[in-house]
């Protein structure tokens, strides 16, 4: 397989703009997850699909934080009106079923 | 609350010797535990797992203990390689799809 693949792989915006990752997981995935990670922390749950079933958002994601995955297959992760303190690697990762999640070499993102 | 703790943010091993990764968790519902490398500018990629009815798992170099009653599990690596620099996650799971990770801890194997 290729991978887990992320799209943009660094990403700089000021505050208040609004931005939007992409993530293709593995192919016969049927689980995909966002985490987010900052600087000397371990990655957070954001959320987490099964299909195109988002099951579950932590309370991390406020509202300015969206995520889709239309048909099952690619994710997209929107941030409105970005803050500073979303500066972070956004990753994203997919699993067959309970297997183990497989990561994808993550977003940079820098809020000026 | 850190359910899952790495007390240690790096240590320094020389080439050929044992490194030891120590986690520590609070929640007696996890009962499935992973350890991932990071190596910068990438996603964390999948190393061991161990099942909370198993005190050991064995794959090649890698060795994960897991001390229940003390909710303690390590990694040794050995021998440690120069190209296992990287950092390492301890991370956790109650049966469900969400990880809940520990901070890392940096190794770095000197020549």
């Known amino acids: 397989d290729t991978g887990v693949s992320q799209d943009p792989r660094h990403k700089i915006t000021k505050r208040g703009q609004n931005v939007t990752f992409r993530c293709d997981p593995i192919?016969?995935?049927?689980?995909l997850y966002w985490y987010r990670q900052t600087l000397g922390q371990g990655p957070e749950f954001l959320t987490y699909f099964q299909n195109e079933a988002q099951l579950e958002k932590s309370r991390l994601l406020s509202d300015r934080f969206s995520a889709e995955r239309p048909k099952g297959s690619f994710s997209t992760l929107e941030i409105q009106r970005t803050e500073q303190g979303d500066s972070a690697m956004y990753l994203c990762a997919s699993s067959l079923g309970q297997g183990r999640p497989r990561f994808g070499p993550g977003t940079r993102l820098t809020v000026t | 609350d850190q359910q899952v703790k790495q007390n240690s943010p790096s240590l320094s091993v020389q080439e050929g010797r044992i490194s030891i990764l120590n986690c520590d968790y609070t929640?007696?519902?996890?009962?499935?535990f992973l350890w991932y490398k990071k190596y910068p500018a990438e996603g964390p990629t999948f190393l061991i797992s161990i099942s909370s009815i198993k005190d050991k798992n064995e794959d090649g170099r890698f060795t994960v203990f897991l001390n229940k009653s003390a909710k303690h599990l390590s990694l040794h690596i050995v021998p440690s390689q120069p190209g296992d620099s990287a950092v390492y996650f301890c991370a956790a799971s109650g049966g469900n799809y969400q990880l809940i990770w520990g901070a890392g801890t940096k190794l770095i194997i000197k020549p």
């Open positions: 192919s016969e995935h049927n689980r």
């Open positions: 929640n007696s519902m996890f009962d499935y």
